[in-house]
């Protein structure tokens, strides 16, 4: 296979990344890196590693265009792409290979483990909660995850590869691709056991403009659009429901000013989402001090109701024709 890393400025994860790799890949595999103009050394540190490194001298054009570049360079039949400040698991790959050929798919993905290398608070928790997330996934998904993701080359470019229209920064070009995949009739597997160490270090800031900015609506956008057809990951009827509890909590403790029976409810909705989320929140008790957790669920409950509000805001702008036309979905993004 190929083994493809995106890398801007990724000095930093970039060393420990292609070591992984070295150590699990085969002799007949290739590790290409693509240098999405970057400013430090992490060109020296792709050839350091003998990794074969395509570059973009100009301003970056996001991860989507150098997966796209480097999967068109690309000479083995399958490609892996991996983000630079993944750390791979030693047996994800033939973990990843294994679930192709037992199901006869043509992608599949793995997913974060649970010991990521940041221990801030909201690191830990946007860590923990992918994890959790792809671990309770079904096998046979409806998307598609670049983070650790195995597919054929010659499906990936038929399907015309990651959208670089829509997505010239990280999104969810990956989820778009494997949506589209999806509607043509490929099949892809989620292997929760093939894993990587993810480690980025989130900031409350990072954590809530990539939750809102990058993911919340841009996949609000697709749903509204009717191009997501089934109940997946955070797409379950679960996840909504949850979503509906988190608001109405600040909403009828807001009407409990003028209505006293409103706080009742407040309070109701507050034990329901609780009891809802209490697979999620025992795994995080179970890896967490109790100031963390305390914070990680109060960030959960965070990410409940902006995840809801934007995509109510997109759905009521697509029905009252709102909405711009067709473009960059994450124009307003910044690196």
Same mark, same amino acid.
């Given at each position: 296979m190929s083994i493809i890393v995106p890398a801007y400025n990724a000095a930093d994860t970039l060393t420990e990344c292609l070591q992984a790799l070295r150590e699990a890949m085969t002799a007949k595999d290739e590790l290409i890196v693509f240098d999405d103009g970057s400013t430090d050394n992490t060109p020296a540190i792709a050839q350091?590693?003998?990794?074969?490194?395509?570059?973009?001298?100009?301003?970056?054009?996001?991860?989507?265009?150098?997966?796209?570049?480097?999967a068109a360079a690309a000479t083995k039949p399958w490609l892996l792409?991996?983000?630079?400040?993944?750390?791979?698991?030693?047996?994800?790959?033939?973990?990843?290979?294994g679930a192709t050929k037992e199901t006869d798919s043509s992608a599949a993905f793995g997913s974060y483990d649970d010991q990521p290398r940041s221990l801030r608070t909201t690191s830990l928790y946007a860590n923990l909660r992918h994890h959790f997330v792809h671990q309770q996934g079904q096998q046979r998904a409806s998307t598609f995850w670049s983070g650790i993701g195995l597919i054929e080359?010659?499906?990936?470019?038929?399907?015309?590869?990651?959208?670089?229209?829509?997505?010239?920064?990280?999104?969810?070009?990956?989820?778009?691709?494997?949506?589209?995949?999806?509607?043509?009739?490929?099949?892809?597997?989620?292997?929760?056991?093939?894993?990587?160490?993810?480690?980025?270090?989130?900031?409350?800031?990072?954590?809530?403009?990539?939750?809102?900015?990058? !993911?919340?609506?841009?996949?609000?956008?697709?749903?509204?659009?009717?191009?997501v057809a089934t109940s997946d990951l955070n797409l379950a009827h679960s996840?909504?429901?949850?979503?509906?509890?988190?608001?109405?909590?600040?909403?009828?403790?807001?009407?409990?000013?003028?209505?006293?029976?409103?706080?009742?409810?407040?309070?109701?909705?507050?034990?329901?989402?609780?009891?809802?989320? !209490?697979?999620?929140?025992?795994?995080?008790? !179970?890896?967490?001090?109790?100031?963390?957790?305390?914070?990680?669920?109060?960030?959960?409950?965070?990410?409940?109701?902006?995840a809801s509000v934007t995509f109510a805001a997109v759905l009521m702008a697509t029905k009252l024709g709102l909405r711009p036309g067709t473009g960059d979905l994450a124009a307003s993004n910044t690196r």
């Open positions: 350091a590693a003998g990794a074969k490194v395509l570059s973009n001298p100009g301003a970056p054009k996001g991860p989507a265009h150098g997966r796209n570049t480097a792409f991996i983000d630079a400040d993944v750390i791979l698991h030693q047996d994800a790959i033939e973990l990843l290979a080359r010659m499906t990936f470019l038929k399907a015309g590869g990651f959208d670089v229209r829509q997505f010239s920064h990280p999104s969810i070009e990956d989820v778009e691709l494997g949506m589209r995949l999806v509607s043509a009739g490929y099949r892809i597997v989620l292997v929760p056991q093939a894993q990587g160490t993810h480690w980025k270090d989130w900031s409350l800031w990072r954590v809530w403009h990539t939750d809102v900015i990058r !993911r919340a609506l841009p996949w609000s956008r697709l749903i509204a659009d009717g191009k996840e909504r429901r949850l979503a509906a509890l988190a608001l109405s909590v600040p909403l009828f403790a807001t009407l409990g000013i003028i209505w006293r029976g409103a706080l009742l409810v407040s309070v109701a909705a507050l034990i329901l989402y609780v009891l809802g989320n !209490r697979r999620f929140f025992a795994f995080l008790a !179970r890896r967490l001090p109790l100031g963390k957790l305390l914070g990680a669920i109060v960030m959960h409950w965070c990410y409940h109701i902006y």
